[in-house]
């Protein structure tokens, strides 16, 4: 079992930074691939970010290139996401998610161990 806690959301100017955690405990292997998905108000959850727990492998949303930096620090067993020029659009819930295969996936379904999520809000 894989237990996930996010932290760091919060308000935040457009064009400011934030960086979200996720904190993972239980049976997280080298193999797992962490990712982070997003939900905004009245829309479907959407997939932002994923990367290799052993790291060398990251994908992203085209929405969030270039502005978004995914990243982990096994040591800590702890995913980072690092927003920045942050969008009013950027504005939702953001979760953290685990699967257990060695390929990344953009579907939530494809990720069985969810966080409780964390709010972002980027005003304008």
């Known amino acids: 079992q894989v237990q996930l806690v996010e932290s760091g959301g919060g308000l935040v100017q457009a064009g400011g930074s934030l960086r979200l955690s996720c904190a993972a405990s239980?049976?997280?292997?080298?193999?797992?691939?962490m990712g982070w998905f997003r939900q905004a108000p009245g829309k479907e959850r959407e997939f932002v970010a994923a990367?290799?727990?052993?790291?060398?492998?990251?994908a992203y949303a085209d929405s969030v290139k270039g502005r978004f930096t995914i990243s982990r620090d096994n040591a800590k067993n702890t995913v980072y996401l690092q927003m920045n020029s942050l969008k009013s659009e950027d504005t939702a819930v953001y979760y953290c998610?685990?699967?257990?295969?060695?390929?990344?996936?953009?579907?939530?379904?494809?990720?069985?161990?969810w966080g409780q999520g964390t709010q972002v809000t980027v005003s304008s």
């Open positions: 990367i290799r727990w052993s790291g060398g492998s990251t």
């Open positions: 239980g049976r997280i292997f080298s193999g797992y691939f």
């Open positions: 998610a685990a699967r257990d295969t060695i390929s990344a996936s953009v579907y939530e379904y494809a990720y069985p161990y």
